[in-house]
């Protein structure tokens, strides 16, 4: 009804500002990334300046390899929930091929370390893919399936562990040593999250079924109507999921000394929390695999940040409950502001 | 994806028009059935290259599910579907797209995170020497799409917030760059206004210039005459006939639709016209509309004319209190209205069925009883709790005196078609007993059929003393069931005409002109 002032424009058809409207575009796809981003920088040297060792080269190693793990679990679970599903027994998934890596090598101890990989990330795709099975075929939410796996993966865990706890951190030494080792100055493991976060971000960004993701966490029935192959693309993400959380599993049998029936126990919530700092929609369709690793290192940054400056761990979690909300009300004035502009953009050129 | 060569990527993003080559669709006897329930009892009709081909029939008469089976939402249980003579059957949606047809479906079907080129080529994005998706060239071929099309969308933003009309385009443009060889719409024009009825029967007919056969599917004759070759007649499921569309009425049409004659469309009939029950003075809104003062009688109705955004539901709305006023009054019965105050509004015998039966009447998960008795748990409420026998009751009464067609009063409202959902709609506003009661298109998107049962029943109303304030864009509705028509244009009211001198063209004059604009 708002008539802007109509300036006698001779208006043979010309497309609406192009470039403007794509720097503006490209602007919502940054700011949400860059909004975790600024709250880590802030993080980072709020705490630096209150206790200087926190950024000690120990202490950065120690950063990155506490957030290496949940880095990888969190690129998976982007995945999943941007196709609008959540993946909530990644936390089982890890327990269980962290578990059977310690068996794996009570039996073999002289398998090589690339085996022992390879039989996590199977395992875990396998568990994946067991959660994707069912969640496009019963056609019930994926919370509800996964919640229900959760439990499973994890009884099956504790019926296989009972007692018993491997440790396997130092034996054999040269998988131990993983966790230890630097390649360019970064420890493995990070090097490791690194890789993996930029795979998945080149996947998601530039393949046909990477932007299939998008579509169906946009709209899962259009998605259906528009040929996509939502349930091949849905079982996918799952299997993604299942396998990274799997290679966690490895990773953090290297790392930790012990692996016992509740290992990775209520990672899960850690896992979609941080993802959806990371700016990830929890509806899907919208967010990248690079602001839920951001989130990631985010959520662990704070544990340790909040330790240096001598917060109380009980306040702890009611902060990262803050940061949850935080982010997500981000995202809603980023999309409000956005539909606004667009608005404006349109009237003026009517 | 797997079949031909006319799914050649490379082809494909030329961005030539459509092929040279004419496509013929066929289809016969088709039928379709869920458990018990045939929707589709004989599915025929043959669609030529060149031409557009519009399809009719009431709601219910197994226009969706034809179309589903064309597309490959739905695989028919008998009787045959052939392209260019070749019997095909397509086992998903995938599959009949790659076959070169295009489906437009009632609701735009786009991912409202995405953007508008990626929207269009979702699937096939054009791809760089990496393998990766090159936006640039995606970017440019949406941009020369749309330049094609005469639309100025960019392609860049995301489709969420665009209109029904440019989602629409979008699709057609997706069509467009399939290089569709049947296209098929499925009420296309149901929530557009004129110009953009236009704007969309320009590239449709640009494209069967092109050699694409086109399906059309309107409940608006006048669009079915203006823009089709030949017409086929669908009734319960089943094929009835085909004709050029020069060469039959719509009286003859509407006669094969509904299997009987209807001889008035709108039966008003007539009522004793009482005392003012509706007052408004003045009302003004900034930038909505100004200065709008009308009576409604008892026992009349009153048509508010005008084409989509002259503000005719921005007026209403704000007569029932769900949006401010700055300035004026409402009056009901001799006593002021507080503003702003549905509740206010309601408790003076106000009812209001908006047009938006899905978003604003229904709850539409809700059975046919909870819904009709929404607006009454207050009188049936005992202690603060209702009773399920007492709702039921109400519900009942009502359903049955509206002839609400439903298997079981316990069914969700989701599952009745149109017409009756708009019946149950009216039936939960007038077990309040209103006074004055606003309806708001009441049969957009609905059958002939049960159309002319909604104009009965509010004609009933009418005739029991209730004031009636009529919104509908559809000429012939006002014309024949209000006693008097207001027209508005954006936002203020540009004409008053009774029943007797109201012609189509003073109405569509007052409608589009007010005092300087005149394109």
């Known amino acids: ?350 | 994806m797997k079949k031909g060569s006319f799914n050649d990527e490379a082809a494909r993003m030329t961005g030539i028009p459509l092929a040279e080559a004419p496509v013929t669709l066929e289809m016969r006897g088709v039928t379709k059935a869920f458990g018990p329930v045939v929707a589709l009892a004989n599915g025929t009709i043959a669609l030529e290259a060149g031409r557009i081909h519009a399809l009719v029939g009431e709601n219910g008469a197994g226009k969706s599910t034809m179309v589903k089976t064309i597309a490959g939402v739905y695989q028919p249980d008998s009787g045959t579907l052939e392209l260019r003579g070749e019997p095909v059957v397509f086992a998903g949606t995938a599959e009949s797209k790659a076959a070169g047809i295009s489906v437009i479906y009632q609701e735009p079907t786009l991912f409202p995170d995405l953007t508008v080129a990626e929207n269009i080529y979702i699937g096939r994005q054009p791809r760089n020497r990496l393998g990766f998706i090159d936006r640039p060239a995606m970017r440019r071929e949406a941009a020369e799409l749309f330049a094609r099309l005469g639309v100025p969308i960019d392609p860049d933003r995301v489709a969420e917030g665009l209109s029904i009309a440019d989602q629409q385009i979008i699709e057609i443009a997706k069509a467009i760059s399939l290089e569709a060889r049947v296209l098929v719409m499925d009420e296309p024009t149901a929530a557009l206004s004129g110009v953009e009825v236009d704007r969309l029967f320009a590239v449709a007919r640009s494209l069967r210039d092109q050699g694409a056969a086109i399906l059309f599917i309107s409940h608006r004759f006048d669009e079915v005459f203006a823009l089709c070759d030949s017409i086929t007649v669908m009734r319960d499921g089943a094929y009835i006939a085909t004709h050029d569309a020069d060469s039959i009425t719509v009286d003859e049409l509407v006669h094969e639709m509904v299997g009987r004659d209807i001889s008035a469309l709108f039966p008003k009939e007539e009522a004793e016209i009482g005392d003012v029950v509706l007052s408004v003075e003045g009302l003004s809104r900034a930038g909505v509309f100004s200065d709008i003062s009308f009576e409604v009688r008892a026992g009349e109705i009153v048509g508010l004319a005008g084409l989509v955004g002259a503000g005719r539901t921005e007026v209403a709305r704000a007569v029932f209190g769900v949006d401010r006023y700055d300035t004026g009054s409402v009056t009901m019965a001799g006593t002021p209205l507080r503003a702003h105050s549905p509740k206010a509004a309601i408790e003076a015998g106000m009812a209001f069925v908006p047009e938006d039966r899905r978003k604003q009447g229904l709850v539409m998960d809700l059975s046919v009883t909870k819904n009709t008795a929404l607006t009454l748990r207050h009188q049936l409420a005992r202690f603060g709790l209702i009773s399920g026998r007492a709702e039921r009751s109400a519900a009942e009464d009502w359903s049955k005196r509206l002839q609400v067609k439903t298997g079981s009063q316990s069914l969700a409202v989701s599952t009745l078609s149109g017409g009756n959902q708009q019946k149950v709609v009216l039936a939960k506003w007038l077990a309040t007993k209103p006074k004055f009661l606003i309806v708001d298109e009441p049969t957009r998107g609905i059958d002939v059929g049960t159309k002319s049962e909604v104009h009965r029943l509010i004609s009933e109303l009418a005739g029991q003393g209730i004031a009636v304030l009529m919104i509908s864009s559809e000429l012939p509705e006002v014309m024949g069931m209000a006693d008097r028509i207001l027209v508005m244009h954006e936002g203020t009211i540009s004409g008053r005409f009774d029943r007797a001198d109201a012609t189509a063209e003073a109405i569509l004059h007052a409608a589009s002109t007010d005092a300087e604009v005149a394109a």
């Open chain 1, 1 to 350: 009804m708002t008539r802007v002032a109509e300036t006698a424009t001779p208006s043979p058809v010309r497309p609406r500002a192009s470039r403007p409207a794509l720097r503006g575009l490209s602007r919502t796809f940054v700011s949400r990334e860059f909004s975790v981003f600024a709250a880590l920088a802030i993080l980072l040297i709020v705490t630096t300046i209150a206790n200087p060792r926190f950024l000690s080269p120990q202490g950065t190693k120690d950063l990155l390899l506490n957030s290496a793990i949940f880095v990888v679990m969190a690129v998976g679970e982007a995945l999943v929930i941007i196709t609008r599903n959540v993946d909530l027994s990644v936390g089982s998934i890890l327990g269980l091929t962290a578990f059977s890596t310690g068996a794996t090598y009570n039996a073999f101890p002289h398998m090589p370390v690339i085996g022992i990989f390879v039989i996590g990330v199977v395992l875990g795709a396998i568990l994946g893919a067991v959660n994707g099975l069912i969640v496009t075929a019963a056609k019930v939410p994926a919370l509800v399936i996964t919640l229900g796996t959760l439990y499973i993966y994890r009884g099956i865990n504790n019926a296989w562990a009972g007692s018993t706890q491997y440790f396997i951190g130092n034996d054999p030494p040269e998988f131990g040593n993983l966790s230890v080792a630097s390649v360019l100055g970064l420890p493995l493991l990070a090097l490791i999250a690194l890789v993996i976060t930029v795979v998945f971000a080149l996947y998601l960004f530039g393949s046909r079924s990477g932007r299939d993701l998008y579509a169906i966490g946009s709209d899962p029935v259009a998605a259906q109507l528009f040929g996509i192959k939502v349930t091949r693309r849905v079982i996918g993400a799952f299997v993604a999921s299942g396998a990274l959380s799997g290679l966690a599993g490895v990773l953090y049998a290297s790392r930790f000394n012990s692996v016992g029936a509740d290992t990775g126990t209520g990672y899960e919530l850690q896992i979609v929390a941080a993802v959806v700092v990371g700016g990830v929609a929890i509806f899907g369709g919208s967010g990248t695999v690079v602001g839920a690793a951001i989130g990631a290192v985010l959520l662990t940054t704070m544990t340790g940040a909040l330790a240096a400056l001598n917060v109380s761990k009980f306040w702890q979690q009611a902060i990262v409950g803050i940061l949850i909300i935080a982010a997500i009300l981000i995202t809603k004035l980023i999309s409000l502001r956005n539909a606004k502009k667009l608005r404006v953009s349109e009237a003026k050129d009517v």
